[in-house]
């Protein structure tokens, strides 16, 4: 790659950088793909281009896209785990647990200290029917990451499903006061809050 190929290479990446903070999806998208095709001998380039065009329809829930675009950059370097961790996202959102649980699993292999991967861990193991292990990683990330909503709320989800409604209600009240704008873990608390009195009124007509 001569100097001038360097220096149009960071320009594209740069213009591709800002599309997607603009919210411009479509023009990022464009960029990355012309990368595919102009430096297409050229591994690194097509190894970033694939993840972040991975990423992008992930982020677009276009999902079919997403997996084979992280999956060739999986191909291209198996040992980066945050694209392990996009491809478990990708299968957890399709119920596809034991793929998902591989995923995180390879993620936290290269990262064993990264709250994010170890929470995407205890999501996929509790939906896939083991709650013990699940609540015990989702515990470990947030340990690792004691002001990360996203863990709270997801803390606060697997709690209410097991009936644990007081420990449902102080993650999901944590997790809003973490994170006010979270628009996730404003709807969670809502639904916390919500269950609790039903399952108190049921308590309370089968007393009478």
Request: aromatic residues 8%; contains cysteine; hydrophobic residues 40%.
């Amino acid at each position: 790659m001569t100097n001038d190929d360097v220096s149009e290479l960071q320009s594209i990446w740069d213009e591709a950088r800002a599309s997607i903070d603009q919210g411009d999806y479509d023009k990022a998208v464009e960029t990355y793909r012309y990368i595919l095709i102009r430096y297409s001998d050229e591994p690194v380039a097509v190894e970033h281009a694939n993840a972040y065009l991975g990423d992008i329809f992930l982020t677009l829930r276009k999902l079919n896209a997403a997996e084979n675009h992280i999956k060739k950059a999986i191909a291209l370097r198996p040992e980066k785990p945050d694209y392990h961790y996009i491809l478990g996202f990708i299968c957890s959102i399709g119920c596809r647990w034991d793929e998902a649980i591989g995923e995180f699993e390879k993620a936290l292999d290269n990262d064993p200290e990264n709250g994010e991967y170890l929470r995407g861990l205890g999501w996929a193991v509790y939906s896939s029917g083991d709650k013990t292990r699940g609540l015990s990683c989702l515990e470990g990330a947030h340990r690792l990451q004691p002001e990360n909503a996203n863990i709270m709320t997801d803390l606060a989800v697997a709690h209410m499903s097991s009936l644990n409604v007081d420990r449902a209600v102080e993650y999901a009240e944590q997790a809003v006061a973490v994170d006010p704008t979270n628009a996730v873990a404003q709807d969670v608390l809502e639904k916390v809050r919500r269950f609790t009195r039903l399952l108190r009124q049921d308590g309370t007509n089968e007393q009478a």
